[in-house]
């Protein structure tokens, strides 16, 4: 059983990943400024410690050691950032992300924990596309198109791990580009997207339902654990999108000058997760389509 952190513990997404992880044989330490209530009624709760991730000796000390928690970790999930352009000032967004990335980073690699994955974002594919995509379906092969100070620093996150990377042979990261994450309780707004398919056009209507983003974390971790050493990042989406309508019927209406590269799936993301199924072993479980109606 490896013990693993997890950073934003509390958040929309980190709720889902601790009780994954728990729920496959992880000993769970929760890191966020505010514990997360309905942990406690997990058949395996985590250990929750309060931690200012913009504080360099905070993050060392919870990586390393904590009386009565822990005397050290095994791996690191950083979820942890403001989640979201908009919601505060950019400079803000900046200081916060960028400053909380480079602790967690840094201070693993000084606690000798060489297994990180975090939280990168699928705004680095050029979200919201008002420049079209370089082609459907998006993927990970083109550089990095940040169009908000939020999707800058998800970049130079990627960057700086390399570096980190570079500079510790050993170590192996890996950054998940999430889609935009749900709840099963988020679903019942789906159908009303059909009315106007340029509403959701911003990530070429791709979602992430939570459960299935704490499975690539898991899966991601495994990779890790593997000790390949380097970064690798991956596009991690739901198999489907939100729409009813066929995913070809949506490129080709709303980005009729951007080449398809192949045949779609009549619901299939254009947020392309070929990369994670064939390196990690993704497979969505869930749908919105499941739980609909």
């Not at 159908?191 to 299935?212: E, H, K, M, T």
């Not at 991601?220 to 739901?238: M, S």
Request: glycine residues 6%; charged residues 20%; negative net charge.
């Amino acid at each position: 059983m490896s013990t693993v952190a997890v950073t934003g513990s509390s958040g929309k997404l980190g709720r889902h990943v601790v009780a994954h992880l728990a729920e496959h044989g992880h000993r769970v330490i929760a890191l966020d400024r505010v514990p997360d209530p309905s942990s406690s009624a997990l058949p395996k709760p985590p250990a929750f410690v309060r931690v200012d991730l913009t504080d360099f000796g905070q993050v060392t000390e919870a990586l390393t050691h904590v009386d009565d928690v822990h005397d050290g970790i095994d791996a690191v999930v950083h979820l942890a950032a403001i989640p979201a352009p908009g919601l505060t000032t950019n400079a803000a967004t900046f200081s916060n992300n960028i400053t909380a990335t480079y602790n967690v980073f840094a201070a693993a690699r000084r606690a000798g924990i060489r297994s990180i994955v975090w939280a990168s974002s699928e705004t680095v594919l050029g979200l919201p596309f008002e420049t079209p995509p370089p082609y459907i379906p998006v993927d990970e092969e083109y550089h990095p198109r940040p169009e908000s100070t939020y999707s800058l620093v998800k970049t130079l996150e990627e960057e700086m791990a390399r570096q980190f990377c570079r500079w510790q042979p050993d170590l192996t990261m890996v950054g998940l580009r999430f889609s935009n994450v749900m709840d099963e309780r988020d679903y019942a707004q789906f159908p009303g997207f059909d009315a106007d398919a340029r509403a959701r056009s911003w990530n070429l209507w791709g979602y992430i339902d939570g459960r299935d983003g704490a499975q690539a974390v898991r899966l991601a971790l495994e990779h890790c654990a593997r000790g390949t050493g380097g970064v690798e990042v991956f596009v991690i989406a739901n198999a489907d999108t939100v729409m009813s309508r066929s995913s070809a019927e949506l490129a080709a209406e709303v980005f009729p000058d951007v080449p398809v590269t192949r045949a779609l799936g009549e619901h299939e993301t254009l947020l392309s997760i070929e990369k994670a199924r064939r390196v990690l072993g993704y497979a969505p479980a869930h749908s919105w389509r499941d739980t609909s109606g």
